[in-house]
């Protein structure tokens, strides 16, 4: 089921198999939208206040959901923003297509855990215009096992930290 996107929403749809959704799975679904739309606000908003999210419509019998920032300040609104990435990059994996570099790991696996529904009893995810496919989930995937993580030592000096973000960095200036 193709939806239309309304400026600034987010519409997500999950057409269960089983006909109507159950609580648990789509609670879990949301919870899933919701972390990944916290974490493109990490990379689209600078500011650290989180922003909020109303529902402007929501239907039954499969799931239907729209989402829409609230716009709280008088200035630049940035969860218009953060929709607008949001769709853009569930677009861009299942298209194929590069995705915005400031996407981590971690950020990538939230957005892999949307076709999470597919894995169990779900027949189609949409999220905006972007129906989800195993592809999506491949795409990612291929994404992902280009960072490898490893365990071992390194001696030296040590002069910085980045930890995944552009937020959490500290600067020791002492060896280790």
């Not at 908003?45 to 019998?61: G, H, P, T």
């Amino acid at each position: 089921m193709k939806k239309k996107a309304v400026d600034g929403t987010a519409t997500v749809f999950v057409r269960w198999n089983e006909g109507n959704a159950r609580f648990d799975e789509f609670n879990d679904f949301c919870r899933a939208v919701a972390k990944c739309l916290r974490r493109a606000e990490r990379i689209v908003s600078k500011d650290d206040e989180k922003i909020r999210y109303r529902i402007v419509s929501l239907q039954a019998s499969s799931a239907s959901l729209t989402l829409e920032p609230i716009h709280l300040g008088n200035g630049h609104d940035p969860g218009l923003d953060v929709i607008e990435f949001f769709r853009d990059t569930v677009f861009r994996l299942q298209a194929g297509k590069q995705v915005d570099s400031r996407l981590t790991t971690d950020d990538l696996q939230a957005f892999r855990d949307l076709a999470t529904p597919l894995q169990r009893t779900a027949r189609q995810v949409w999220i905006g215009e972007a129906s989800l496919t195993p592809k999506y989930v491949s795409r990612i995937d291929k994404i992902l096992s280009i960072a490898t993580p490893s365990e071992g030592s390194v001696t030296g000096r040590l002069e910085g930290i980045h930890i995944h973000d552009h937020r959490h960095k500290a600067n020791t200036g002492y060896g280790l």
